[in-house]
């Protein structure tokens, strides 16, 4: 599995795959494909011996794109590579890192309902249903404004529990704890008041991080200021940016 760094929807950008680390000595590729799955567009992509290149552009900010690489080689082995391409505005001024996996957010949750991995083991029905859950609850999530970039499978449910979350660190806890607060019952379990306000806090943070601010234009009955003159003194408010009304200065 391989992460490529983050680029805002807008970009244009080159990303490349260097096989060397995989190839033997003296081995080259014969053929290497990239292959889109969800949320962006390869514009191009070239091969020599060791490396692909290609050329992304487009995209969905606040959701992560998805790709596919077949690697053959001249020696006759083949390789294949997932690859995650978060996609995030360039707005956000400040990177956060994204490290965690699904299981790791489950396995949480878990913990959360008094299930740690140290003396539960989660069976195949049971990671089955909190990825589930899990799907269910980032769709919730994103209905709500709270957009993390989470890697969505082509269906809920269809995860694997290694593939990366793809959301941002700070947002473990929350999405852990509001995970926890929809599986507990189901594992006839209870969380308490601290759990469910930590759990509380953990949704402030996610919303605070994605809260977008509304651009709002100026009433016209901002005063100007007493730096603005001659205006200020006999038209002393914020006219329209558009207003082509603008009166006459009496001097």
Do not use: H
């Not at 260097?18 to 000595?25: F, H």
């Amino acid at each position: 599995m391989i992460v490529w760094q983050a680029k805002d929807a807008a970009d244009v950008r080159p990303y490349g795959i260097n096989w060397k680390p995989m190839l033997a000595d003296g081995d080259t590729l014969a053929t290497a494909t990239l292959t889109l799955v969800v949320g962006a567009v390869i514009d191009s992509q070239t091969n020599d011996d060791t490396t692909t290149m290609a050329v992304i552009s487009g995209g969905v900010n606040g959701r992560s794109a998805k790709f596919t690489a077949l690697l053959t080689t001249t020696d006759g082995f083949t390789f294949e590579e997932t690859i995650y391409l978060p996609i995030i505005s360039s707005a956000c001024s400040t990177y956060m890192p994204s490290t965690a996996t699904k299981r790791d957010l489950f396995e949480m949750a878990f913990e959360e309902c008094g299930l740690p991995g140290y003396s539960f083991t989660a069976q195949p029905n049971e990671i089955a249903s909190a990825l589930r859950r899990l799907d269910a609850t980032m769709r919730e999530l994103e209905v709500q404004g709270v957009k993390l970039g989470y890697n969505f499978p082509a269906e809920v449910g269809a995860s694997d529990p290694d593939d990366p979350a793809l959301i941002p660190d700070y947002a473990i806890n929350g999405v852990a704890g509001q995970l926890a607060l929809r599986i507990a019952p189901g594992l006839g379990k209870a969380l308490s008041p601290e759990q469910k306000r930590g759990a509380s806090l953990g949704m402030v943070a996610m919303q605070a991080a994605s809260k977008v601010v509304p651009q709002v234009r100026l009433p016209r009955t901002t005063p100007k200021g007493s730096g603005n003159q001659p205006y200020a003194t006999w038209y002393p408010y914020i006219a329209d940016a558009n207003c082509c009304a603008w009166p006459k200065s009496p001097f």
